[in-house]
């Protein structure tokens, strides 16, 4: 059986190997970069194919003749996890640039993938990730900018201040004396991202064929799609300037506390952007960000509460939003909590992958978080079916979202989505992600791809609030719960018609819905108040 998977492996490797050659050359447009990339292309499909063969002969090999549920399975499904997890490591390591955003994309699916690979992927992925050398990062400006960084700029800093998957960033001073941040996209990116995206397509395709079960061909499609945005930095730039412009017009009362670097247009293009120099902390640094005079848990409100506006009610989300894309300030008018704390301005920073949720989706979307924070079993259902769950799994995607099991989802207590993050609670999500695998690859195979990034979002959230509170957060649930509620009643302003009838059956809900975060808002306090003393 294993030498059959092992020849379809090669057999596929064959035909994409050709595959990926041509359309690469065919976006390249130097003659030398296409003869670079008909060497390396080859090797790095040999070296995609050996790995997806290891790992699904692994597999086979390492639970064959094992009960599936037995403690020997488990155990055994564990190491192999675990080994796997860290070949896919290497392997991404190795060929870099699109990869390295596949070990991300990954390492942020916590309990939709096995919990090793996401262990593994996010430990390493943000902190290890490729440098180009200052004589590519000079060939790159010369190209693209007309000139050597020190004809353009005033000061140009060689060495790189942080890099990523697709680019790095050099501290510069433009002639003007303006700081600057410049981001450079490493320089093979542009030639090798189609056969890339194509050799990832072999191995996923390679693993779902040998283990149907292992159904991962949604996060390439969102690769293929997402990728060629990503490396147009201009592309970016227009994100960054709507996101903010979208919380000035739909969400003014926050929209001072939201802000994204000013792009300096004039020294950008695809593969260049430059930026204002940001003096902020890491939204994870939570030394320097206390030293600046800000309360951690106002922090993780504004978080909060900035995402749920955009996925609520503006429809267009910054969907990357780890540690590495955030950082925090004190708000620069000066002004202060009933602390006397200074409250905190969240700086948002690449820009690269935002989804746009159509209308209906927004607010189906918005209407079962409604109903998650309320217990709403009826509603869960509902949501959950127009969003593409299916009625056998609304249960499970109820699960997924909010990382508890059912009978927490539908518990009336007001905490009951908060995760405590003990090890005791860890392990029973961990084995009941193992254990409904093949439910959660399937409901995977049928939400939009939309709402699979949507999942994502709220993974690098709650990972985000985590680091800055140690713990779960009781207002992070309120404001999903307060900001989704409004939004469903705001869809129902515009969707129904101006009779008075329904203005005062609008009025009337919302009075209630008012009442109920009222009483919800004072039982959180009660909860909270409890916990300080305790």
């Known amino acids: 059986m294993w030498r059959r998977v092992g020849a379809k492996v090669a057999v596929g490797a ?36 050996v790995t997806a063969a290891t790992i699904a002969f692994d597999y086979g090999y390492s639970l064959r003749g094992l009960k599936e549920g037995s403690l020997e399975w488990s155990k055994a499904k564990h190491e192999v996890h675990n080994r796997c ?16 955003k596949l070990g991300q994309h990954i390492g942020q699916l916590e309990y939709v993938v096995p919990q090793e690979y996401v262990h593994i992927m996010r430990t390493s992925m943000l902190k290890r990730c490729p440098f180009s050398s200052y004589d590519q990062v000079r060939k790159v400006l010369i190209k693209e900018l007309g000139g050597l960084p020190e004809e353009i700029f005033e000061e140009f800093d060689p060495v790189p201040l942080a890099s990523a998957s697709i680019a790095q960033v050099h501290v510069a001073r433009t002639c003007d004396g303006k700081k600057v941040a410049v981001k450079v996209q490493h320089t093979h990116l542009t030639d090798t991202a189609t056969a890339d995206i194509a050799t990832v397509t072999l191995i996923v395709n390679a693993l779902n064929w040998c283990f149907p079960e292992f159904d991962y061909r949604w996060l390439v499609d969102e690769i293929r799609e997402s990728s060629p945005k990503e490396l147009d930095f201009l592309f970016e730039a227009r994100n960054s300037e709507k996101c903010l412009e979208n919380f000035k017009r739909l969400s003014p009362h926050i929209a001072d506390y939201i802000y994204s670097p000013k792009v300096y247009w004039n020294l950008s293009t695809s593969k260049v952007l430059t930026m204002e120099y940001m003096d902020a902390a890491e939204i994870t640094d939570l030394i320097t960000i206390q030293k600046l005079g800000i309360q951690l848990s106002d922090v993780s409100k504004l978080v909060s509460q900035a995402f749920a506006e955009m996925i609520f009610r503006h429809g267009f989300v910054h969907c990357d939003p780890h540690a590495a894309n955030m950082m925090v300030r004190p708000l620069p008018f000066g002004r202060r909590n009933l602390f006397g704390k200074k409250k905190p301005q969240l700086i948002l920073l690449d820009h690269g992958l935002y989804k746009n949720l159509d209308f209906a989706t927004r607010v189906n979307y918005a209407s079962l978080w409604k109903a998650l924070i309320f217990a709403d079993v009826n509603g869960i259902k509902e949501n959950s079916v127009k969003l593409g769950a299916g009625e056998d799994l609304y249960v499970l995607f109820a699960g997924v979202l909010t990382m508890r099991p059912w009978n927490r989802v539908i518990d009336r207590s007001v905490d009951h989505l908060v995760l405590d993050g003990n090890d005791s609670e ?27 990034l949507m999942l994502k979002t709220n993974d690098c959230l709650r990972a985000v609030n985590h680091a800055l509170l140690q713990g779960s957060s009781l207002d992070a649930y309120f404001i999903m719960g307060e900001v989704s509620s409004k939004a469903v009643l705001e869809a129902k302003i515009l969707s129904q018609n101006c009779s008075f009838l329904s203005r005062l059956s609008i009025w009337f809900e919302q009075i209630l819905l008012e009442a109920r975060l009222f009483s919800m808002r004072i039982a959180f306090w009660f909860l909270q108040s409890k916990r300080r003393l305790s």
């Not at 990339?37 to 995609?48: E, G, K, Q, S, Y």
């Open 426 to 452: 860890r392990s029973e999500l961990q084995m009941y992600a193992s254990q409904y695998f093949t439910q959660i690859s399937e409901l995977l195979r049928r939400l939009p791809r939309v709402i699979l």
């Open 85 to 100: 997890a860290l070949r896919l490591q290497e392997l991404c390591f190795r060929n870099g640039g699109i990869y390295i």
């Open 14 to 49: 064959a035909l994409l190997s050709g595959a990926a050659v041509s359309a690469t050359i065919s976006t390249s447009d130097e003659l030398s970069t296409a003869f670079k990339i008909c060497t390396l292309v080859p090797i790095r499909v040999l070296r995609d194919s």
